[in-house]
């Protein structure tokens, strides 16, 4: 959810094309999101009802929400979950990009995504506690190298590579014959040390997830594309 000319729009909106016969509709809210951060910010809640109207249209005119996905980064992360929350009937599935923590630090259900939002809603945390929320606030939340900073980002961008990162590791999920595979864990450290190595698998993103998993999943990636791994480096 920003321009439709964004990288997070056209790299998600291709890997659908590519594997599948889905109809892609692309919200460009560039002429509030290009606005200052503080300004947009307090437009989500009013984009996302907007949103939600256009689902309800779409269902009187026949689309079946148990085959809706609803896909936003950052800011658009909570538009995407808020959307299905006002809409009549719930998305089925609602993936939120590393959602946007400044000016939601207090923030509860029906002001940003959460779980509850839709039938099940997927969380992927690049930059948590930078520019992306912290908490884990869907069904399955995913923190890939951590969830903090990203492989191959620097740190002189103002967290800007690793919350974009987001979106390029969801897009390949979609494409990847490797997949990106979490392991249930309750933090970064003790996954490294291998102290959940016999917990639960989870692959992160991808067109249909397992809906019947949930917790805190961690895993590692490359430093450039392509940057799934599998569980090839599950300790």
């Not at 950052?74 to 009937?89: E, Q």
Request: hydrophobic content about 35%; proline content about 3%; overall charge positive.
């Amino acid at each position: 959810m920003n321009s439709k000319k964004s990288k997070a729009c056209t790299l998600v909106r291709e890997a659908f094309l590519r594997n599948g016969d889905y109809n892609v509709i692309v919200v460009d809210w560039s002429s509030i999101s290009k606005r200052p951060y503080l300004w947009a910010s307090k437009r989500v809640l009013m984009v996302a009802q907007y949103v939600s109207k256009m689902i309800d249209f779409l269902v009187s005119q026949g689309m079946r929400t148990s085959q809706l996905t609803i896909v936003g980064h950052s800011l658009g992360g909570h538009i995407a979950g808020l959307s299905s929350y006002y809409a009549k009937s719930k998305a089925h599935y609602v993936v939120a990009l590393d959602p946007a923590l400044p000016n939601f630090y207090s923030s509860g259900q029906g002001t940003r995504v959460s779980k509850g939002d839709a039938n099940y809603v997927q969380v992927i945390h690049t930059n948590a506690g930078g520019l992306g929320y912290k908490s884990s606030i869907g069904d399955a939340d995913y923190f890939p190298n951590g969830g903090t900073k990203q492989n191959g980002c620097i740190n002189v961008d103002g967290g800007a590579c690793s919350h974009s990162r987001s979106y390029f590791y969801y897009a390949e999920s979609i494409d990847s014959k490797v997949g990106f595979a979490g392991r249930n864990c309750d933090n970064y450290d003790n996954y490294l040390n291998g102290k959940c190595k016999t917990n639960l698998l989870s692959l992160m993103g991808g067109l249909l997830p397992k809906f019947n998993i949930k917790g805190n999943f961690y895993l590692k990636t490359t430093n450039k594309s392509p940057f799934a791994m599998g569980n090839l480096v599950d300790y």
